[in-house]
């Protein structure tokens, strides 16, 4: 079956822009999880939903926002971009209750952002 | 406080040799250990978890991490190293907190 497929693989957007990204989960996953992935801080967790509430969110300001819609799939917002925003941003799903139960998560390729 | 560190940044290896990626957590209750992988420009893969019982795992490509409780480790291993082993491995904690928790990655290095 499917992998989980992150769209788009790669934008450049301008600081003070905003950016949408998506993630369709495995079919069957109830459980998304979205990662902030840069070369001096790491994997950073910036939420999960399931069925379509958010259930842990992660140390990121308001301007990193995201929804589950009733398909599973999910999207995340990012609001007047920053330089430090350049990220790859992974989505992960998992078959568990709760994305994070099983620890089992599976991965997108990912979203490359650049933020000029 | 959940924690999790991977204390080498790079390992260098030789092709055929033994490879140890190191991992040492900090958890409340019964630890959730996992192992990842990602190559370059990818997401990551899930090489291995260890959940209860056997202390040694199994996973994926051939690794396999022993769990060490008194001394909160969970190293990768592999026998023999290829060059198509070369990646970045994270070493991931869950504890009854719920949240996984990724360690800062450790690339390994394996040259022919």
């Known amino acids: 079956k499917a992998g989980v497929t992150q769209t788009p693989r790669y934008l450049i957007k301008t600081r003070g822009q905003q950016v949408t990204l998506s993630c369709s989960p495995i079919?069957?996953?109830?459980?998304v999880s979205w990662y902030q992935q840069t070369p001096g801080q790491g994997l950073q967790f910036l939420f999960e939903?399931?069925?379509?509430?958010?259930?842990n969110k992660g140390n990121f300001p308001g301007r990193f926002s995201g929804r589950q819609f009733s398909n599973s799939r999910s999207e995340m917002n990012v609001s007047t971009l920053e330089l430090g925003d350049s990220a790859l941003y992974l989505c992960?799903?998992?078959?568990?209750?709760?994305?994070?139960?099983?620890?089992?998560?599976?991965f997108g390729e990912g979203s490359r952002l650049t933020v000029l | 406080a959940q924690s999790v560190a991977q204390p080498e940044d790079q390992v260098n290896v030789a092709e055929g040799n033994p490879l140890t990626v190191k991992c040492t957590y900090s958890?409340?209750?019964?630890?959730?250990l996992f192992w990842y992988v990602q190559y370059p420009n990818r997401g990551l893969q899930f090489l291995l978890k260890?959940?209860?019982?056997?202390?040694l795992v199994k996973g994926s490509y051939g690794f396999e991490a022993e769990f060490n409780k008194s001394q909160t480790s969970f190293h990768l291993k592999k026998p023999s190293a290829l060059v198509s082993d070369s990646a970045l491995y994270f070493c991931?904690?869950?504890?009854?907190?719920?949240?996984?928790?990724f360690g800062a990655g450790t690339q390994v290095v394996v040259t022919p």
């Open positions: 992960a799903s998992s078959s568990g209750r709760g994305g994070q139960d099983t620890g089992e998560l599976f």
């Open positions: 079919s069957g996953h109830r459980s």
């Open positions: 958890v409340s209750g019964n630890p959730y």
């Open positions: 991931a904690v869950k504890g009854s907190w719920g949240k996984l928790q």
């Open positions: 939903y399931f069925s379509e509430t958010q259930r």
């Open positions: 260890y959940i209860t019982g056997d202390n």
